[in-house]
């Protein structure tokens, strides 16, 4: 079954505790992107990957970092983690079409 | 920059009842826009998608789309909703390479 998914799915964490979300997806995709979803703002991008060892900012880069040393892989780093990372964070890959196919999301709370 | 506007975050519906979500980009030149959904709980799925053609797309469960470049629109509609399409619905366009630039979201509660 084609899929992306994501661990942990629920996290909750204390500041500056450093923390990872992995991402892992099938489908041989090569552009993989990371978004949070806040109430009223809807999702927003964090970082992107084009292809293994490409990775660029997205809109809201800020306390995050990325790395995709293999295809499939994606992982989310958080190096000091603050309040206001609290989020949804949903891992994508899309293909040559431009659908992105979301994973199941994980819920972050930084204390 | 691009941006994407949802005019109701909140919509309230009794079963049966028809359905239209506003959706207006800003954009000027060749566009590929989306609806994704999101059950509670659930993550984003694609319920439609337009990139060229006909302007009117169908999409699954019964939803469709109108792409109006005048109107820099793309409106979700259906005929009539289900308890079941209960969920928050999100319009996105297609921005740099392969990144989506989503609206806020609309909130949408079918009474039975």
């Known amino acids: 079954e084609a899929q992306v998914t994501q661990n942990p799915r629920y996290l909750i964490t204390v500041t500056g505790k450093k923390l990872t979300v992995t991402c892992s997806q099938n489908?041989?995709?090569?552009?993989m992107s990371w978004y949070r979803q806040d109430p009223g703002l809807g999702l927003r991008q964090i970082y992107y990957s084009m292809n293994v060892e490409v990775t660029d900012k997205g809109d809201v880069p800020e306390g995050y970092k990325v790395s995709r040393k293999e295809k499939r892989n994606f992982p989310l780093i958080l190096e000091s983690p603050s309040p206001n990372q609290t989020s949804l964070y949903f891992c994508?890959?899309?293909?040559?079409?431009?659908?992105?196919?979301f994973g199941p999301g994980t819920r972050l709370t930084v204390t | 920059a691009q941006s994407v506007s949802q005019h109701n975050h909140h919509v309230i519906l009794s079963e049966a009842a028809s359905l239209e979500l506003g959706c207006n980009y800003s954009y000027g030149g060749t566009v590929n826009l989306f609806w994704y959904v999101q059950y509670p709980g659930q993550h984003l799925q694609l319920l439609l998608k337009?990139?060229?053609?006909?302007?009117l797309v169908k999409g699954i469960k019964g939803f469709e789309a109108e792409f109006i470049k005048s109107k820099f629109s793309f409106n979700l509609r259906k005929p009539s909703v289900q308890w079941s399409d209960t969920a928050e619905y999100f319009c996105a366009v297609k921005g740099g390479y392969n990144k989506l630039i989503f609206g806020a979201g609309t909130r949408l509660a079918v009474h039975p």
């Open positions: 994508a890959s899309s293909g040559d079409h431009y659908e992105q196919y």
């Open positions: 337009y990139f060229s053609g006909d302007p």
């Open positions: 489908m041989n995709h090569e552009y």
